[in-house]
């Protein structure tokens, strides 16, 4: 049953009644709190419901099916999911290409592929990586010409995260190989039934299937498949990147990882460790700190703002949180850090799950790395190396 | 074995080739993984024969009396090439029992790990017994999978006993790396004992050897990690030539040099007669060394291998699922550090 109250003029209180009502009511019999990604299989009866609801794209407008909450509401939605470990959803078309729509794509595109987003119907997978053109994501090779009324695409995309779940992929290509690498990139809408397209699962640390490579082999999409003007897809596939920043800068993971190593640290019997209380206390303001900066970026995506290359320290910051976080976990876990399953069948008390999960965050969406190098020449204006 | 301990070292380098191959080839260690006791009874069997496990035996029980820098130089090599196996736990068994370490553990036809540890987060190991019967538990047992005896050091001295006999209960949790660590509950079980008054001592070399098992396994994911700085390149350039890299490179063989002088002046000191006090601050310090440093480099060497560090097809991967796994046995490094300061108090008064 959808929902159509305006959740903005509700008390925050209620607001949060209300969502922890629904999620301890509605969440179906799927694994909770769960570090690795669910697949689609598992994951489809709360994407469902979330879309019944008209509750699974929080941050898109009503008048296009969303819920238009502001910043403070989207919070306590999160805050709500998380502390009941309701599982992340098959998020990229929600999360990714249905704001880029909303702002890059015709009216056509829109009326037609936002329905199916929040329906379920269709379930996207983003493909940016190849294998030489990771943090040089402008160094993309997979090609796209036109062939009268259809692009003809060969190549490969990697890391493409729940790829398998995917019935529709959003890819980068090249289509101009005499210009500047940022100039000659398109942004292409495929459906990965078309013939041609194959895939390969590759096993991440944690032993699961979560990526894989997306192969491209002749083929066909007709030409209206494009988001943006032919050559311009890098300004939208930057907005794409702000918009993944700020995702991936929101304090819940970090958060979460906190509570976690708060119940292991009693497990362990260290909760009352003076020493330990010292780094607890430390990681808990920069939590704190975190969500302030966070709910800045969000402001700003709210306020239809565009997000600035500053976003990169929201990234920075969280993502080596979480990973300080997970370290402090594993030491704290003593020999338990080593065990491949949670001690007791309690996946909350998993270290290494943490730990693992942790790792990528400074990886995808911008390493470390060149976010800091993209600090130093773009908002500092120091010169380039 | 009546020569120097430097020839004692290259021989025992050079006898280790035959289970860690000299291209660092890990097709069996990825095979092992997962699959029954997570180890390899024959490789075990070889070490044995190699006399691995008869390190720490005196050369009147029939063992080799090898020194901790000779056992540092064999782990520093089994840490290089991910050996799974229980050797360490099988030498601290030789080295607790010596005369009365059961002979099919000396020919290969038995494997024996030590189950010393009482509890989590404590180095205790008194436990386990109660008046000449073990009763209670001991955990963490590496290579408790697939072991035929245990010994089992206690405050009523050190007991052999079968896997299958009544009254021992064997728990196992798979570990990150493909194997087990196990607990053992014994319930009021008869038992012979052999008096032993240098379980701590023990436990302080095991300690060290598997310092040095960390040290191997920094250093050999450290060289990968070099190797693909130099092969992979972004933005028309090897990664390996970006200062932040470089810079962080550098960082993790100042630590890998810091845990190697550690160990190897630690090994020294103990093979010449080192006091009980600065033996057992020498392990402790080597050991919060090269645990932190084998977390270093798994986190390090997963950044800089980019998504490719956390696919499980990559080599480096098992290096990380290793470190994860080992890092806090023997003391995590925060119970290291706790150690150290009881020094300080009893150095205060």
């Given at each position: 049953m959808k929902d159509v109250r305006d959740y903005n003029a509700m008390s925050d209180g209620d607001f949060r009644a209300m969502v922890r009502d629904f999620v301890e009511t509605e969440y179906p019999d799927i694994r909770r709190y769960s570090l690795s990604r669910l697949h689609w299989d598992e994951v489809k009866p709360w994407y469902r419901k979330l879309s019944e609801r008209g509750w699974l794209c929080p941050t898109w407008p009503v008048e296009h099916g969303g819920m238009g909450l502001t910043a403070g509401k989207h919070l306590i939605l999160i805050e709500e999911f998380e502390r009941f470990g309701a599982a992340r959803v098959n998020d990229i078309g929600p999360v990714m290409l249905g704001p880029l729509l909303l702002k890059y794509g015709t009216e056509a595109q829109k009326a037609y592929f936002l329905p199916k987003i929040l329906s379920g119907e269709h379930i996207w997978a983003q493909g940016y990586s190849e294998p030489g053109a990771g943090s040089d994501l402008a160094a993309v090779r997979c090609e796209a010409v036109l062939d009268g009324d259809e692009w003809v695409i060969n190549g490969q995309k990697t890391w493409t995260t729940l790829g398998m779940d995917a019935n529709w992929i959003f890819i980068l290509a090249r289509t101009d190989k005499t210009v500047k690498k940022q100039a000659g990139i398109s942004f292409l809408l495929v459906p990965m039934d078309a013939p041609g397209v194959t895939l390969r699962p590759i096993l991440n640390l944690e032993l699961e299937a979560e990526f894989c490579e997306v192969f491209f082999?002749?083929?066909?999409?007709?030409?209206?498949?494009?988001?943006?003007?032919?050559?311009?897809g890098w300004t939208a596939a930057k907005a794409l990147l702000g918009h993944e920043r700020v995702f991936i800068g929101a304090p819940r993971l970090s958060a979460s990882a906190l509570a976690r190593l708060e119940r292991i640290a009693r497990r362990k019997d260290v909760w009352q460790d003076p020493v330990f209380r010292d780094s607890f206390v430390a990681l808990r303001c920069d939590v704190a700190d975190l969500s302030d900066l966070f709910e800045t970026y969000v402001d700003k995506l709210r306020g239809g703002h565009e997000i600035g290359p500053d976003v990169a320290m929201l990234k920075i910051f969280q993502s080596e949180l979480y990973q300080r976080i997970s370290e402090l976990t594993m030491e704290v876990a003593g020999e338990e850090a080593g065990l491949r399953h949670a001690p007791d069948g309690d996946t909350r008390t998993h270290a290494a799950a943490v730990y693992l999960s942790a790792r990528p965050t400074t990886i995808f969406g911008g390493s470390t790395e060149v976010m800091r190098n993209m600090l130093a020449t773009a908002v500092l204006n120091l010169p380039r190396g | 074995m009546s020569e120097t301990w430097q020839d004692n070292i290259q021989m025992i380098r050079d006898s280790a080739r035959a289970i860690v191959p000299a291209d660092r080839s890990l097709d069996r260690i990825r095979k092992a993984r997962f699959h029954g006791a997570g180890y390899s009874r024959e490789v075990m069997a070889q070490a044995t024969e190699l006399g691995w496990p008869m390190m720490w035996l005196t050369e009147e029980n029939g063992g080799f009396g090898m020194g901790m820098r000779e056992v540092c130089a064999l782990m520093e090599e089994l840490g290089a090439g991910l050996v799974p196996e229980p050797i360490l736990s099988a030498m601290m068994a030789g080295a607790l029992l010596q005369e009365n370490l059961p002979e099919p553990a000396t020919t290969g036809d038995a494997v024996i790990v030590t189950a010393w540890q009482d509890r989590s987060g404590s180095l205790e190991w008194h436990g386990g017994a109660a008046g000449s019967r073990l009763a209670g538990t001991k955990v963490y047992v590496s290579g408790a999978a697939g072991a035929d005896l245990f010994a089992v050091p206690t405050a009523c001295g050190v007991a052999v006993i079968h896997r299958d006999t009544a009254g021992l209960a064997i728990e196992t949790q798979e570990t990150l790396d493909g194997g087990y660590m196990g607990t053992l509950r014994f319930d009021d079980v008869a038992a012979d004992f052999v008096p032993c008054g240098h379980v701590e001592a023990v436990i302080?070399?095991?300690?060290?050897?598997?310092?040095?098992?960390?040290?191997?396994?920094?250093?050999?994911?450290?060289?990968?990690?070099?190797?693909?700085?130099?092969?992979?390149?972004?933005?028309?350039?090897p990664i390996g030539s970006f200062q932040s890299l470089q810079h962080r490179a550098t960082e993790m063989k100042l630590q890998l040099e810091l845990t190697r002088a550690a160990i190897e002046a630690t090994a020294r000191r103990i093979d010449t007669g080192a006091g009980a006090i600065e033996r057992q601050q020498g392990v402790a310090r080597c050991h919060l060394r090269a645990g932190s440093l084998a977390m270093l480099v798994a986190r390090e060497a997963i950044q800089m291998h980019g998504a490719m560090g956390i696919t499980d097809e990559a080599d480096i991967g098992l290096y990380v699922r290793k470190a994860m796994t080992e890092a806090n046995l023997f003391g995590a490094p925060t119970q290291q550090r706790r150690r150290l300061a009881e020094f300080l108090t009893e150095n205060a008064a």
């Open positions: 082999d002749d083929v066909r999409v007709p030409a209206d498949h494009i988001v943006g003007e032919v050559n311009g | 302080g070399k095991a300690t060290l050897a598997h310092a040095a098992y960390l040290l191997g396994l920094s250093d050999a994911a450290f060289a990968i990690t070099l190797d693909y700085l130099r092969i992979r390149e972004q933005f028309g350039r």
